[in-house]
């Protein structure tokens, strides 16, 4: 699998760009790809290795021999899965919280989901996340866990969960669609008009 370098998530790449490179030689800037990984009884699992190296080009204190660190976001009662942010991805939400009026419904509502219902977490030396047993029983995770890259975030499911409603759903809507239908048609709409 080749990085590309499509619409980085951090706000200035000039210090990133020598700092981590793939195996095509290219920054590791988004995360891309799915993967099923075993989880243990502790809730360790392991994290795709290319989804390490994001986590590292996205964390501004990672550097060789430390621990890359991450956010996982499981607030918000109706999603089935976590939601894993590099340092910077979630620094970037964070700094548009900030910008909502204080006491806001929508600054409160959002404060609550992403600093109250998170979580700091870091990779282990074996490549690994430990998730607790909270945010496991949230997802109803056990033995497996699916991973889907997500642009500048990824995502950890129960396999089950995701191939039978999020994968089914994308499937049907996409089934409803004519023949010809191209997704890229999506990025040729601008936003907001």
Not at 35 to 52: E, M, N, Q, T, Y
Not at 67 to 85: A, M, N, S, T
Not at 183 to 190: R, T
Request: hydrophobic share 35%.
């Amino acid at each position: 699998m080749q990085w590309q370098q499509h619409n980085p998530p951090f706000s200035s790449q000039t210090e990133k760009s020598d700092k981590l490179t793939g195996a095509a030689g290219t920054v590791a800037r988004r995360f891309r790809g799915e993967s099923h990984h075993k989880v243990d009884a502790k809730g360790r699992v392991s994290i795709p290795a290319l989804f390490r190296r994001v986590l590292e080009a996205g964390d501004p204190d990672w550097k060789e021999g430390l621990r890359p660190q991450l956010v996982i976001v499981y607030g918000d009662h109706r999603r089935k899965f976590l939601e894993c942010y590099t340092i910077e991805a979630i620094d970037e939400v964070d700094r548009k919280i900030d910008l909502l009026p204080r006491g806001s419904m929508e600054r409160k509502l959002l404060e609550r989901m992403i600093h109250g219902q998170s979580l700091p977490a870091e990779v282990d030396g074996d490549g690994r996340l430990v998730l607790p047993q909270k945010q496991r029983e949230k997802i109803g995770l056990d033995g497996e866990a699916f991973f889907i890259a997500s642009g500048d975030t990824f995502q950890i499911w129960k396999p089950d969960t995701y191939q039978t409603e999020e994968q089914a759903k994308t499937e049907a809507w996409l089934d409803s669609q004519p023949d010809d239908f191209d997704p890229l048609s999506f990025l040729d709409q601008k936003g907001g008009d």
